[in-house]
């Protein structure tokens, strides 16, 4: 079956790097997402990495993915805090197959 | 020139009534869902239509009942109106493979 765990809360300064982790069941998920939502906004993708990649960088984030241990994490270098807001990573199985969110970590980065 | 776009922003109704939340895309997808987020921030897929045809249809009240008209918009009708309905309902919409597309959201406040 499909379950994304997250953390619920990480506070850290600005400037400092910002690990944020979920864990996931299904092992055979194609795709695994990182997602933005900021107060009263909706979700934006961050970046995604493909399940035969084990890490990828676009700029200041860095996705680490270990298939081995179902884990996943977000790395935001050089946090700002334009950076707050709750991250949601997801797990999708394959093309057009319903996304399995984790429950939201909130990020709140204090100057 | 929004991407996913949902009318209203916010609905605010009263117990036992009925009400539609209506969703557009101009990404030329061919899949489109919902997704409800409660107040703890979690996110649940209800629905997903692929070129106007449930394909996702997760144990959501009959009380809901989507609806495609063709496959740039995909409306939401919720009959009777109960308190626990109040939650931010997100329109979403795919291509194949790709990432989803989400709208910003329509926040329902059921008193």
């Known amino acids: 079956g499909e379950d994304v765990e997250q953390s619920l809360f990480l506070s850290v300064r600005e400037g400092d790097s910002s690990v944020i982790n979920c864990t996931y069941t299904?092992?055979?998920?194609?795709?695994l997402y990182w997602y933005k939502q900021e107060p009263g906004a909706g979700l934006q993708l961050l970046t995604y990495i493909f399940s035969n990649m084990d890490m990828k960088q676009d700029q200041r984030l860095t996705v680490l993915l270990n298939k081995k241990d179902k884990h996943l994490s977000l790395r935001i270098a050089d946090t700002q805090t334009g950076d707050s807001a709750i991250y949601f990573c997801a797990e999708e199985p394959g093309a057009n197959s319903k996304l399995t969110f984790g429950k939201g970590i909130t990020l709140s980065v204090r100057p | 020139d929004t991407a996913v776009s949902q009318t209203p922003k916010y609905l605010v109704t009263q117990m036992g009534n009925d009400k539609s939340i209506k969703c557009e895309q101009n990404?030329?997808?061919?899949?489109m869902y919902w997704y409800k987020q409660d107040s703890k921030k979690f996110l649940k897929i209800m629905f997903s239509?692929?070129?106007?045809?449930?394909?996702i249809n997760e144990t959501v009240p009959n009380r809901f009942s989507p609806k495609s008209p063709d496959k740039a918009h995909l409306n939401l009708h919720i009959n009777s109106l109960e308190l626990g309905d109040s939650a931010v309902y997100f329109c979403a919409s795919s291509e194949g493979s790709s990432p989803l597309h989400f709208g910003n959201g329509t926040r329902l406040t059921v008193t």
């Open positions: 990404l030329g997808h061919d899949t």
């Open positions: 239509y692929n070129n106007k045809e449930l394909i």
């Open positions: 299904d092992s055979s998920s194609t795709y």
